[in-house]
T-cell receptor
Framework: GENVEQHPSTLSVQEGDSAVIKCTYS??????FPWYKQELGKRPQLIID?????GEKKDQRIAVTLNKTAKHFSLHITETQPEDSAVYFC???????FGRGTSLIVHP | DAGITQSPRYKITETGRQVTLMCHQT?????MFWYRQDLGHGLRLIYY???????DKGEVPDGYVVSRSKTENFPLTLESATRSQTSVYFC???????????FGQGTRLTVV
């Protein structure tokens, strides 16, 4: 089955800085890579996703890049704001297999 | 209300008891999933279903049973609860393969 590794487990940045979270996956057949944000006490919600026929996708301050050859994908958040503080999960495969999560803390 | 809902939101049960967590979605999504969330482990898949009457094991199925007699419902049963099953359980659904999963509010289960 699929195996997803996510790093770092914790990321602390100052407001306005950029944040990057990286994931690797094992199954070369995977072709859907979503990212979810989970605020404290809430349910995970999709923030952006990418499919294997695309190398990069942007939505305002967030972007995701995918390198299928190396089997890794990354989430980039620019101009971070305190409301970006949350746990972020990457996933791969049509039956979502999740990484262990990254706790992002944005200091005002 | 439209969406995906879980019940109960909170549950305390004793070791050895059977407990069922309910999940209901109003979208007629084909796929439904059960995950457990534990600190340091992220979201781990327990069982999933691709359609009514079709279920399959995920990463951590031991001690759990599921059924899906109707498209909209996907109950999760702990046959004989153990303390290691104390966790937050999330149900999710998606309309098709390789599409967004929509999560329920979660059920916090404590086994004492």
């Amino acid at each position: 089955g699929e195996n997803v590794e996510q790093h770092p487990s914790t990321l602390s940045v100052q407001e306005g800085d950029s944040a990057v979270i990286k994931c690797t996956y094992s199954d070369s057949a995977s072709n859907y890579f979503p990212w979810y944000k989970q605020e404290l006490g809430k349910r995970p919600q999709l923030i952006i996703d990418i499919r294997s026929n695309v190398g990069e996708k942007k939505d305002q301050r967030i972007a995701v890049t995918l390198n299928k050859t190396a089997k890794h994908f990354s989430l980039h958040i620019t101009e971070t704001q305190p409301e970006d503080s949350a746990v972020y999960f990457c996933a791969a495969n049509y039956i979502p297999t999740f990484g262990r999560g990254t706790s992002l803390i944005v200091h005002p | 209300d439209a969406g995906i809902t879980q019940s109960p939101r909170y549950k305390i049960t004793e070791t050895g008891r059977q407990v069922t967590l309910m999940c209901h979605q109003t979208w007629s999504h084909s796929y439904m999933f059960w995950y457990r969330q534990d600190l340091g482990h992220g979201l781990r898949l327990i069982y999933y279903s691709a359609a009514a009457d079709i279920t399959d094991k995920g990463e951590v199925p031991d001690g759990y049973v599921v059924s899906r007699s109707k498209t909209e419902n996907f109950p999760l049963t702990l046959e004989s609860a153990t303390r290691s099953q104390t966790s937050v359980y999330f149900c999710a659904s998606s309309p098709d393969r390789n599409t967004e999963a929509f999560f329920g509010q979660g059920t916090r289960l404590t086994v004492v």
